[in-house]
């Protein structure tokens, strides 16, 4: 069975000192000064915390962590003492990280219930609210782990973590913020668990089970066209990439109404699905193979970051369309020469069946714009291995044809601590993908391959406001799916939505992600 949300958060306005628990959470600057909690822990455990401090038990450098296995008089039976650096440094991104160094640290000690006194820590500009939000997304994050195949499960349930707040007038806003990051956090599972899924178990038809659960009992529509009804919108392209596998393609579409004028141009999110790519014919070297499960981590993203707007009932129209298939060699499959007419009506040469990502979605952002008129369009995609050449794991590709959106994606990646950075689309690379049988091919050789991909799709995204995101080197790492690029999403999805209707508020709880994933495993 599938993993469950990892850790059930609440919020505390208790007194550090009087906490009964397996461990509290509190912080040291690099000067040596101690926290307003750890204060508190020190008076009561008789100076412990300083001394250990004075001692050089720990710097207080920024992330750095310290267990003490016992404090004297304390009701908790472990302190956990968290470096803060710099005090007058401490900012939004300092917070984030210092969260996430206590959740990792936390993560290796097996912890069954845990008080966390971070939100109480002064950061510029940040509400309590958002400190609460930030540590339960940080938290949940570190937690995660992937064990449904698993025989010995590592993890024994779920921890319990209170996020202590200043005092009683304090927990609402931190209520708030505790609703807002569980809705995101519960979207950040879905992305992961689903990206971590293998090719065998996470095909197109299983990805389509799970957007009908996503939108099962809520207000949001699913709505799955089979192989002759993407033959008949003429979808050449996809359907191309699609023929070399037994396993028949999904269009996938989701759409949230939530702005107050239902007929709003929405915001539209298209997300590369290919559940795995061994290449086709143009077969990819056996060697890392196995990572192509990953080549659907653009959908997973978008039906994580689709999930945590239901739950944030966002006041927005949101519309995710993922075209889903698998990209394998067989008789039956797309070979190198061939030439396919998109629904677009451009012909492409195909001349390397590995470079089929743009092939699925090309037909989709047409599809996208000519049903639903986007006020923005948007895709995600694991698109070019030569994108982890430039960018490497830290910030995923931007390729956008309008200035304003490349500043909002930007500020969106800086805010939310999921870094995008803008590559160029001019002109003089489009000549690249020049065929001297299509209206263009399909590659356009080995220089500035992640910006000719992109120059491929912006054929297809004519006058759209449109931006497109290559996660290729930040979607997984060795240790699995990351989840990005969901939060920087959600973040520009939040920021649009406040800046049309004022702020949104969470509703019910984002429930456990994992009910979902499985209910469909069976299906
Ligand atoms: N899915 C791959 C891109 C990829 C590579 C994702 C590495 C994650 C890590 C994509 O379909 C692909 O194979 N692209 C080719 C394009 C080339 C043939 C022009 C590539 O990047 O090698
Ligand atoms: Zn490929
Ligand atoms: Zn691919």
């Known amino acids: ?68 296995p016992y404090v004297p008089k304390l009701p908790c039976s472990r302190v956990l003492l968290v470096g803060l650096g710099k005090e007058k440094d401490f900012h939004g991104a300092e917070y984030r990280k210092v969260c996430q160094a206590a959740g990792t640290a936390l993560a290796g000690l097996k912890p069954t219930e845990v008080v966390v006194y971070l939100p109480e820590l002064y950061v510029r500009d ?40 200043p005092g009683r007038g304090e927990l609402k806003d931190g209520e708030t913020g505790l609703e807002r ?36 009992g809520t207000e949001s529509q699913a709505d799955i066209l089979d192989e002759t009804q993407i033959a008949e919108l003429k979808m050449g392209a996809f359907l191309a990439v699609a023929q070399g596998s037994v396993q028949p393609p999904r269009l996938i579409v989701l759409e949230h109404r939530g702005a107050a004028d239902p007929d709003e141009a929405p915001v539209v999110l298209v997300g590369k699905g290919v559940t795995f790519d061994a290449g086709g014919i143009s077969l990819k070297p056996a060697a890392d193979m196995d990572a192509m499960k990953y080549d659907m981590a653009g959908a997973a993203a ?41 629904m677009s009506g451009q012909t492409i040469e195909v001349l390397n069946t590995d470079a089929e990502g743009r092939l699925l979605l090309c037909d989709a952002l ?21 994108c982890v050449v430039a960018l490497g794991n830290v910030a995923s590709g931007l390729f956008c044809n309008k200035q304003a959106l490349v500043r909002e994606l930007i500020a969106a990646g800086e805010d939310s601590g999921d870094r995008v950075w803008p590559m160029p689309l001019f002109d003089e690379y489009q000549k690249q993908l020049d ?9 356009g050789g ?78």
């Open 1 to 68: 069975m599938l993993n469950k949300l990892a850790v059930d958060f609440s919020v505390t306005s208790g007194r550090p000192d009087k906490q009964r628990t397996d461990f509290v959470v509190v912080g040291v600057y690099e000067s040596g000064k101690l926290s307003v909690a750890a204060c508190a822990l020190n008076r009561e455990g008789d100076g412990a915390l300083a001394e250990v401090v004075k001692r050089g038990g720990i710097d207080g450098k920024l992330g750095s962590t310290l267990l003490l």
């Open 126 to 165: 940040r509400s309590l609210g958002w400190k609460v939000e930030q540590a339960v997304i940080a938290f949940s994050e570190a937690l995660y782990r992937f064990e449904p195949f698993k025989s010995r499960r590592e993890s024994t349930g779920p921890v319990r973590i209170a996020l202590g707040v």
């Open 181 to 216: 990051g569980r809705a995101i956090a519960a979207g950040l599972v879905l992305t992961r668990d689903l990206a971590n899924l293998p090719g065998n178990i996470c095909t197109p038809s299983y990805l389509a089970d799970v957007a009908q659960q996503l939108a099962e």
């Open 302 to 342: 978008l039906f994580g970051v689709f999930r945590a707007v239901q739950a944030l009932a966002l006041p927005l129209n949101l519309v995710v369309v993922v075209p889903a298939c698998e990209n394998l060699p067989s008789g039956q499959a797309l070979r190198p020469g061939d030439i396919v007419t998109t």
């Open 366 to 386: 047409t599809y996208a714009q000519q049903r639903f008129k986007p006020a923005v369009l948007i895709d995600v995609a694991t698109l070019t291995g030569a």
């Open 435 to 443: 065929s001297p049988f299509a209206d263009l091919a399909n590659i």
């Open 446 to 523: 080995k220089a500035a391959g992640s910006i000719t991909a992109a120059c491929f799709l912006s054929r297809f995204a004519g006058e759209t406001d449109w931006a497109h995101l290559d996660i290729a080197g930040t979607a997984s790492r060795k240790e699995g799916a990351t989840g990005r690029p969901v939060r920087m999403l959600l973040q520009y999805l939040q920021q649009r939505a406040e800046r049309r209707s004022g702020p949104a508020r969470a509703t019910a709880p984002a429930e456990d992600s994992a009910a979902l994933l499985w209910e469909s495993a069976g299906r």
